[in-house]
């Protein structure tokens, strides 16, 4: 076991893809006196080197392994009346990009499913107005993601994202955070966002400064607010010691009690949205922009 794994073992280089969230690319070396092998840009060459004998993507499951969601397989239910909500799948990791052929159900509408496209475009109606839309993203390749829960005006929700972890990502990111994901708990994120903007705007999004906060509080072994540091454009890392959010306005809270929540934002002179989370066991729940801790104008 490395003495300290966030120094000698581990290497973060981090990238950021037009029109994404900056993306966390972890290099892992394979011993603590060991290096990533780099090309010649300074670019690690593989990300999932090994650490103590196991690669970062050891845990990604089988293909042949993985299936469809109940309502997903077979002739999907007639879209019948109601409203929708549409939105994309973004792919949070190495190369960024969209989601492509995943599958979105809803908490709120048993039975139905809808396809991501090739843009990672996906469109789920039958939600009644005033209600509640709670999407999830299931895809073979990447970690089992829910957006937070939201509410349905009568013309419905647009721009509703998903930032979805391959498997290899998130075990990246558990060894980086040292984290022992609990499977009967949640991962909770979200993004503290400067007025106006999103994950659809080629600039940085988010608001320096705030603090965010979960209600209700939650004990340990739970964690959080754990802050991403903003080192550069080109690097993040999400750092315990952080106090506030960065420039880059990412938060966690790691290892969460099942049950519904509610994250809040707070800096002086801003008004922010709140972010409604129902955590469920085994998830990773996102509150992703523009639906996240938004700035208000």
């Known amino acids: 076991m490395c003495a300290d794994p966030l120094g000698a073992c581990i290497v973060a280089v981090v990238t950021r893809v037009p029109g994404n969230l900056s993306i966390v690319v972890l290099a892992l070396a394979a011993a603590c006196d060991g290096a990533p092998t780099v090309s010649a840009d300074g670019a690690p060459q593989d990300v999932n080197a090994a650490v103590d004998g196991a690669s970062a993507a050891d845990t990604t499951p089988a293909a042949d392994a993985w299936s469809p969601p109940l309502e997903c397989r077979g002739d999907p239910l007639p879209v019948g009346e109601g409203t929708a909500v549409r939105g994309h799948a973004f792919a949070f990791g190495p190369g960024g990009g969209r989601v492509v052929g995943g599958f979105v159900t809803a908490e709120e509408l048993p039975g139905r499913c809808a396809r991501t496209e090739r843009d990672g475009a996906f469109a789920l109606q039958g939600f009644a107005p005033g209600g509640t839309a709670t999407l999830r993203l299931h895809h073979p390749s990447h970690a089992p993601i829910q957006t937070g829960t939201l ?24 060894l980086v955070l040292r984290l022992d994901a609990d499977p009967a708990r949640c991962q909770i994120a979200s993004t503290v966002t400067r007025v106006g903007l999103s994950l659809y705007d080629r600039t940085d999004h988010g608001e320096a400064g705030a603090t965010v906060t979960i209600d209700p509080p939650v004990a340990a072994p739970a964690e959080g607010p754990v802050y991403f540091e903003y080192l550069n454009e080109q690097a993040i890392i999400p750092d315990r010691r952080l106090r ?26 801003v008004r922010f949205t709140t972010a409604r989370i129902r955590c469920r066991p085994g998830l990773l729940v996102n509150a992703s922009p523009p639906w996240g801790l938004q700035a208000l104008p």
Do not use: I, W
Not at 152 to 170: E, I, K, M
């Open 151 to 174: 509410t349905v005006p009568p013309d419905g929700l647009q721009r509703v994202t998903f930032q979805a972890p391959d498997h290899s990502t998130y075990r990246v990111l558990e």
């Open 244 to 269: 506030m959010t960065t420039r880059d306005g990412g938060v966690l809270f790691l290892n969460v009690p099942a049950g519904d929540y509610t994250l809040t934002a707070h800096k002086e002179g």
